[in-house]
């Protein structure tokens, strides 16, 4: 094998179901053709380097990556990688393979890491999500609506007492799910273990006046330790969900919580605060579909998909495939629940739904606590235009008699 | 607070020593202008959401982070987030605040976090490296040149005994360091604790034959629990090094592996597989002097920075930034040793020293496993390279008396 051969492609090669599979989005750098870029990311991220070595064995160049199928007008190829190549309980060994140092090579102009197929083994040695879209519902008993929640706003600052009122407000008008926000995890003005107690005794008041199961989710996002002590922190204390910020935090602790959560059997929400800087750019990145896929194998019940209509990027063609992916059949796992959510409002419901399904949760933050009249009316709104795009009738016509979603389309108009 | 205002903009603002500050390049969306991405970025990052709400209080809008400095036709900003808004030693949120949702938003076109400043209680509650550049110089009783070292190669695939006895070769011919390549972990045909047992009994034999301190870094890369119990065993066979590919494993598990450490007393060393999927992107990401500085402050005594010669990307300027940044004098903490590391060869070093210093580690794969007389011959020739560097002689000189080197230089040249 001499350097980055030619031996990394080869289209007559049919991938076993054993390999893992990339799909990538490639440009050359300038004077290198397309061919050699792609021995290049074949050869780096298995068996080989930028010089003939004297080490190698024909044993080890049958380990070589297999580029099988390229398309070089659109800058497309799908490389097989062998699972000998792989510990299939460690997706920070497998990243460090197929989405490593390639990143970095001079050679190239542009790399996107496009889609990961996982095989059985990488699938079952993790376990996926131990509740699942039904899992979720079982347990909210909503059966056919999306569900609905909640961030507290402000994002960061809010006193312990002031965070549970506000989650308070939220659910009993009429909202499923209250999550802390990406940055707010356990700060001296709103300490955790106080937050998760006032919440949760909320949540059972909530409960009791409305007759609806609530949901809090706790942001645990922390080292793994302080993670799995704050996650217990939750389970003694009656709560049923975490949440967890997955982009920085890492593979490695998530791979530790999902083993210690097999145990506490809580719902793990999974917020990708961070996922852009990776996912969105043009030239070097991975897309947030793979990352999905990683994260749904990493045991996500509930992960921050995109929502098309609000303040984040993410057009109705990537969302709508990050949610196949997380639903379709995939050795067994069960489906993820895709969470819509920045910069929502009642008024986007309807749209998000013709979109996305019905099997979303959508979250609104300012969308709800902005409302004219405060948090409670604006999960009231929130709700009404569930109800109303349930009900197929316009969220306009429904706002007629429902003067909450009435003053939230005034204030923000519909998607 | 009316959604993201103008509050988070405030050039007569003189930031506290203890408040993180970021700068950031910034580029606003088609008609958004300048100083509403700014808002944008800075609300986002702390207390702002992007319409006003009815929970927020005055105490909490003097949370906000505040830019303090832009330069509208460059497109750069340095915002100063309050200490108030962070858990000092929880990485992940804090990069979860200055680093999250804002890559995402609708209203950029292009956000790259270039560098970050942390105060001294986010440095002190983690404490950087443990041994760094003069601890590592102490234990391989190297005073005076860079350290030098070789990767295994082939990346992934050879035997047990193969790899031991290429490490051996690379020892005795010379080099002080040998280190799994990023993407070998604990597969089968090559299982970590046999590794670690035979490239430390060959380290032992290299010892004793050549009289010098050899190094033996085996990648620990995996679930944080695995990662300490590889550790562990790393340290009860008597090795003195772990190797981690720091991007992959993610925050939360280096936070952990570090407290662990400092019982341990391992000296860490950083390899960055993965950065370039956020570090190398035009529009959206994170410099790679951001992470260095991070993962400086979680432990790593030696870190890839990039080689500006081989086969990776990262330019001078580039380099030599994150270069001070490692050695730059931070709230006490040591330095972290800059890894030239991908695509070099002997011919290299010369030129590499002249850039860099002498206080860097230069590690050679394919340039010395790819000589044409083999690993011994190739470390053989990298030495030699060193020797030449530190004497003051040009290496196609020096290699008149030096036939690996000059074996070396035929092959690929000089830099």
């Known amino acids: 094998m001499t350097g980055y051969t030619s031996n990394f492609i080869d289209r007559s090669y049919k991938p076993s179901k054993n390999d893992i599979i990339t799909t990538v989005e490639v440009s050359p750098a300038k004077n290198v053709d397309f061919k050699t870029a792609l021995q290049n990311v074949a050869g780096e991220s298995s068996v080989g380097t930028w010089t003939k070595v004297k080490t190698t064995t024909k044993r080890i160049e049958k380990m070589a990556a297999k580029v099988f199928w390229y398309d070089k007008k659109k800058g497309l190829a799908k490389i097989a990688y062998p699972n000998i190549?792989?510990?299939?309980?460690?997706?920070?060994?497998?990243?460090?393979?197929?989405?490593?140092?390639?990143?970095?090579?001079?050679?190239?102009?542009?790399?996107?890491?496009?889609?990961?197929?996982?095989?059985?083994?990488?699938?079952?040695?993790?376990?996926?999500?131990?509740?699942?879209?039904?899992?979720?519902?079982?347990?909210?008993?909503?059966?056919?609506?999306?569900?609905?929640?909640?961030?507290?706003?402000?994002?960061?600052?809010?006193?312990?007492?002031?965070?549970?009122?506000?989650?308070?407000?939220?659910?009993?008008?009429?909202?499923?799910?209250?999550?802390?926000?990406?940055?707010?995890?356990?700060?001296?003005?709103?300490?955790?273990?106080?937050?998760?107690?006032?919440?949760?005794?909320?949540?059972?008041k909530a409960e009791q006046e409305t007759g609806e199961k609530k949901v809090y989710m706790a942001n645990i996002t922390a080292n793994i330790d302080e993670m799995i002590e704050r996650a217990e922190f939750i389970k003694k204390n009656g709560g049923r969900y975490f949440m967890v910020d997955v982009v920085t935090v890492g593979f490695s602790a998530l791979e530790e919580l999902q083993q210690e959560n097999k145990k506490l059997k809580l719902v793990a929400h999974a917020h990708r605060a961070m996922h852009a800087a990776t996912t969105r750019s043009k030239d070097f990145g991975i897309s947030m579909l793979s990352l999905a896929k990683i994260y749904r194998i990493l045991g996500a019940d509930q992960l921050h998909v995109g929502t098309v209509v609000g303040k984040m990027e993410g057009g109705k063609k990537e969302v709508t495939s990050i949610e196949r992916a997380l639903r379709e059949n995939s050795h067994g796992m069960k489906k993820t629940f895709p969470v819509a959510s920045g910069g929502l409002y009642p008024g986007a419901v309807q749209k998000m739904v013709k979109i996305m399904g019905k099997d979303i949760i959508i979250q609104a933050g300012g969308g709800v606590h902005g409302h004219p009249n405060g948090t409670f009316e604006g999960a009231k709104a929130l709700r009404q235009a569930v109800e109303a795009t349930m009900k197929g009738i316009p969220l306009k016509k429904y706002a007629k008699k429902h003067s909450e979603l009435a003053k939230a389309i005034k204030k923000w108009g519909t998607a």
Do not use: C
Not at 170 to 177: F, N, Q, S, V
């Open 85 to 204: 190549l792989f510990e299939a309980d460690n997706i920070p060994q497998i990243m460090s393979s197929i989405a490593g140092n390639i990143f970095g090579m001079k050679t190239l102009k542009k790399l996107i890491l496009l889609d990961i197929d996982f095989p059985k083994n990488v699938v079952k040695s993790h376990g996926g999500p131990l509740f699942g879209i039904r899992g979720v519902r079982k347990i909210l008993k909503v059966k056919n609506r999306p569900l609905v929640g909640s961030i507290i706003k402000p994002k960061i600052g809010l006193r312990t007492k002031q965070h549970a009122k506000v989650a308070y407000d939220a659910w009993t008008g009429g909202l499923d799910i209250i999550k802390d926000d990406e940055n707010l995890s356990d700060q001296k003005f709103n300490p955790f273990k106080d937050r998760v107690i006032e919440t949760l005794a909320m949540r059972d």
